[in-house]
């Protein structure tokens, strides 16, 4: 699904949107618009109200100019609104369905597909920025796409333009701080009705059944209304507690379950992906997993996902930092030494760790980590959390690929020096998340898969961020805010303290498929820009495969899904010529 607009872009598919210059959608996509004079309103994707709030709420906002009320409606949507002088454009509030513009010789052009925008004006990729993403996340940098000039609206943001001038508008409208015990009753009304506003217009679903909370909870609150269809993948290298955990919910459930029992054909990198995507993802590693787990619900009208969960319904260490900055040391101190115990470490040095990256602002923590990487040193890694999460493979750097990053982490620092640690670690989160789920849907539509995320909805995402990043952190708890929220959930279920990962499934696809892996590496543009040491990735790469601890798993994980994009890109490129 898309949406596109602006002179330039030649738009040769798909259906017009009325009352829009040049601005067109998939032709699959629900729209709902309406229009008076010289005001339009069109919403693109899935928001389940009715025409008549278009017409009344919809145009009245068009015309006071009240951008963020566009926003507030439930579900995960783009919306275009318009005057004689001004054209909104706005994605949701996690990215999901986003928004991309440049400007072009014929004036601003704007897509939720960043691709199409790079191909009108032959912009390449941004090998600097993705080398950045590698060995510092892709946090640091939400205005900027991963193509050469082109820029990103980021999360909780629309897009102003003004007589063809653009600008970045915060519609994020979250409410006041609340507690959880006040917000969890409006994180459970949301949730469920979001589930149940997807499930609605379909006779049967589909659902992710991974085990893990989330997966169960959307499984749990959609055969309210439908009949669904679970998946679950299992093979020897899977999670036990988790597959016995999905097994249970299905049996509690009653729902349709099938497993997978996968293989070496469905280890990470034992598959090319099906699809090109808008961007490098991580889904490009499973694309053996999803062929084979996902095979029972093809053509489902609907699939629903847990996806989502962990970034909402829980924040990170960041919170500690929150707690000290506002004077509540007692409470960050409590959590620190659980924190410590946990893992039979010392407190003391933990604390000072924690008590410094408090102290710091934004700014200050990027410009010291750009002085150290520039100057060869690698900044120590934290223990909890830290403003910039530098790992090993700042080790992979060449000497101009450690000066390109600490140019681009200087720009970070002066462009957005303050923000609250919680806050800015939650809405990061986010965006990152969303990212994951866009740029992994032409994969999943290449295996007639149909995604829908409850828990990235805007309604849902709005009231888990209206409690405040400590609130949603209790001591000894695993996501406290849902059971909180969801006092219907069976309490085996709410009373999981941890979830499985894949790492032992990706640790044996880069076992069995290292020489071909090896290859792609010393074949990447990020390697022939000299930005990136292929023998220190390959070395990296190799130690992996052999499980040597303290190899940095996720920098490899992105290092080698972006060289995958990379080499897809060139290929596209060959033919087109």
């Not at 040049?22 to 004079?37: I, Q, R």
């Not at 994707?45 to 566009?70: F, K, M, N, Q, Y």
Request: neutral net charge; hydrophobic residues 45%; proline residues 6%.
């Amino acid at each position: 699904m898309w949406v596109a607009g602006g002179p330039g872009l030649g738009l040769s598919e798909g259906k017009r949107l009325p009352g829009f210059y040049d601005a067109g959608c998939h032709s699959g996509a629900t729209m709902l618009a309406a229009g008076e004079g010289d005001l339009s309103l069109a919403v693109i994707g899935h928001c389940p109200i009715g025409t008549t709030e278009i017409w009344s709420t919809g145009l009245e906002a068009v015309r006071r100019r009240d951008w963020s009320t566009l926003t507030q409606w439930p579900g995960s949507y783009w919306v275009l609104a318009c005057d004689s002088r001004r054209q909104f454009i706005a994605g949701d509030l996690a990215g999901l369905r986003s928004v991309f513009y440049a400007v072009g010789p014929r004036g601003l052009i704007w897509s939720s597909r960043a691709g199409q925008i790079a191909e009108t004006l032959g912009a390449g990729p941004d090998l600097a920025l993705l080398t950045a993403h590698v060995v510092a996340g892709l946090e640091h940098w939400p205005t900027r796409s991963v193509y050469e000039g082109i820029h990103q609206v980021p999360a909780g943001h629309g897009l102003l333009v003004t007589d063809g001038r653009p600008a970045l508008l915060d519609v994020a409208a979250t409410a006041p701080p609340r507690t959880l015990d006040d917000g969890a009753q409006a994180v459970g009304q949301a949730l469920t009705q979001a589930i149940h506003d997807y499930v609605a217009p379909h006779d049967t679903v589909s659902a992710d059944l991974s085990g893990g909370l989330d997966s169960s909870t959307v499984v749990i609150t959609a055969v309210q209304r439908r009949p669904v269809r679970t998946v679950t993948y299992a093979d020897k290298l899977a999670c036990a507690e988790d597959v016995q955990v999905a097994r249970r919910v299905a049996e509690f459930t009653g729902v349709e379950h099938h497993v997978c029992q996968g293989g070496p054909l469905t280890y990470h990198f034992s598959h090319p992906a099906p699809a090109a995507t808008d961007a490098p993802t991580l889904a490009a590693a499973n694309a053996g997993m999803d062929a084979a787990y996902l095979a029972p619900v093809a053509g489902m009208p609907l699939h629903l996902t847990g996806h989502g969960g962990d970034v909402v319904l829980e924040s990170s260490h960041a919170a500690v930092c929150d707690l000290i900055a506002q004077g509540h040391r007692r409470e960050a101190k409590r959590e620190v030494v659980a924190w410590a115990r946990l893992r039979d470490t010392a407190p003391g040095p933990l604390w000072k760790e924690v008590h410094e990256t408090a102290a710091q602002s934004r700014g200050e923590a990027l410009q010291s980590t750009a002085t150290l990487l520039a100057a060869g040193a690698t900044p120590p890694a934290a223990k909890l959390w830290s403003w910039c999460r530098l790992n090993a493979a700042t080790g992979w750097l060449t000497p101009d690929g450690r000066r390109t990053v600490a140019d681009l982490l200087t720009a970070s620092a002066h462009g957005n020096p303050t923000a609250p640690a919680g806050w800015w670690d939650d809405w990061a989160s986010l965006a990152f998340t969303g990212a994951v789920a866009r740029n992994e849907e032409p994969l999943l539509a290449a295996l007639d898969v149909r995604a829908a995320h409850p828990f990235l909805d805007n309604t849902v995402v709005r009231a888990c961020l209206a409690i405040s990043p400590a609130e949603r952190r209790r001591l000894g708890q695993y996501k406290p805010l849902l059971a909180a929220a969801r006092p219907d959930l069976p309490a085996w279920l709410t009373g999981r303290r941890s979830k499985g990962s894949f790492t032992p499934i990706m640790l044996s696809g880069l076992r069995v498929n290292r020489a071909a892996l090896q290859r792609l590496v010393a074949k990447s543009p990020l390697v022939h820009a000299g930005l990136v040491d292929a023998a220190a990735v390959s070395t990296s790469l190799a130690a992996a495969a052999f499980g040597t601890p303290g190899v940095p798993l996720a920098a490899l994980h992105t290092f080698l899904t972006t060289c995958i994009w990379l080499d897809q890109h060139q290929h596209a490129q060959e033919i087109a010529c």
